[in-house]
């Protein structure tokens, strides 16, 4: 017993103002980290069950949680330099040689933990929001420490470093409101009552239970083409991304097939006359059946 009294009063440091750093001291330190920052893990995941529950948007719970968590580890530090008796003074001269570690070599973490916390508090890009990066469309998962997670509309998750969602051209769906306008086109035959051909448009567009009525959707001859008179519908619809708005569409051009097919209207489709210029006129001569001849079969 008197070895490990002695173990543990053992000094390991003694600072300018005279207090003695003992080895009993840092034991408890790291004693009082682990289970502190087991507790703030524990009290950030309540915190986000708790807010799960309320009304409050995803991204301004996932801010609280943050700022909850990030408070809880700060008062953590504090308290474990007053156990360990450091005064802040001490942390001068490493701080400003952390200070220059970081501007050469750890420039790029620092940069995107920023860009992260500009992307929570001014919200280009919130959580649940359907966004256009490049080429990749999909859905914002997490906006993390270093990372923002966007899981793509075929389920493949795309990690886009923070700073570059600040820097480089975002389309957000979803930003202001869930509406968006689409359109949807077809041709019919020429020959056709262009009149009940729109007035049957509009009807397979507005029977969408999707479609907004207002702005009120309208149908317009768009134009005389090559092979069809080309029409188009124009419509305002209230989705929360690509795949929904794919199926609005699709259910509009069966309701158009459908209304066409009752009406007799044809839906036009690529066609050529071919005229023969000659100066006499051709001869068509019907050919024997070889079967016939044979007697095969054929």
Same mark, same amino acid.
């Given at each position: ?5 002695? %173990? @543990? ?10 207090? +003695? ?10 004693? %009082?980290? #682990? ?19 309320? $009304?409050?948007?995803? $991204? ?10 990030? +408070? ?18 001490? =942390?001068? =001269?490493?701080?400003? /040689?952390? /200070?220059?570690? +970081? ?7 620092? &940069? &995107? ?31 993390? &420490? ?7 509309? $075929?389920? +493949? ?11 480089? #051209? ?9 509406? %968006? ?17 729109? !007035? ?6 507005? !029977? *969408?239970?999707?479609?907004?009525? !207002?702005?009120?959707?309208? #149908?317009?001859?768009?134009? =005389? ?10 419509? @305002?619809?209230?989705?929360?991304? !690509? ?7 699709? /259910? ?7 209304? =066409?097919?009752? &009406? ?12 023969? $210029? ?6 068509? *001569? ?13």
């Amino acid at each position: 017993m008197e070895t490990l009294r002695t %173990i @543990w009063n053992f000094a390991l440091y003694t600072f300018s103002d005279g207090s +003695v750093l003992h080895v009993g001291q840092i034991v408890l330190v790291l004693l %009082i980290v #682990v289970g502190g920052y087991i507790l703030s893990k524990l009290i950030e995941r309540f915190t986000r069950n708790r807010l799960a529950q309320t $009304d409050l948007r995803p $991204d301004a719970a996932h801010i609280l949680q943050r700022v909850i968590f990030y +408070v809880l580890i700060a008062a953590l530090a504090i308290t474990t330099l007053s156990l360990l008796h450091v005064p802040l003074t001490a =942390f001068a =001269f490493v701080s400003g /040689a952390i /200070a220059i570690g +970081v501007g050469f070599g750890a420039q790029n973490i620092i &940069n &995107n933990f920023i860009s992260g916390w500009i992307l929570l508090f001014e919200k280009p890009v919130r959580i649940d929001d359907f966004v256009e990066v490049d080429e990749h469309m999909g859905v914002v998962e997490r906006i993390g &420490n270093r990372s923002t997670r966007i899981r793509r509309t $075929d389920g +493949v998750h795309l990690l886009i470093p923070n700073s570059q969602m600040l820097e480089r #051209v975002v389309v957000n769906w979803t930003l202001i409101d869930d509406l %968006i306008r689409t359109s949807v086109r077809v041709g019919v035959a020429y020959g056709s009552p262009i009149k009940l051909v729109g !007035e049957l448009f509009l009807q397979a567009v507005t !029977e *969408q239970p999707e479609v907004q009525a !207002e702005p009120a959707p309208s #149908v317009v001859l768009d134009d =005389f083409g090559d092979n069809a008179i080309v029409f188009d519908a124009f419509l @305002w619809c209230e989705v929360g991304g !690509e795949r929904m708005l794919r199926q609005i569409r699709s /259910a509009i051009r069966f309701r158009i097939a459908e209304l =066409f097919d009752e &009406n007799g209207i044809v839906i036009a489709f690529p066609q050529r006359d071919v005229h023969l $210029d000659t100066q006499t006129p051709l001869q068509v *001569q019907m050919l024997p059946d070889a079967s016939a001849t044979t007697g095969e079969k054929p």
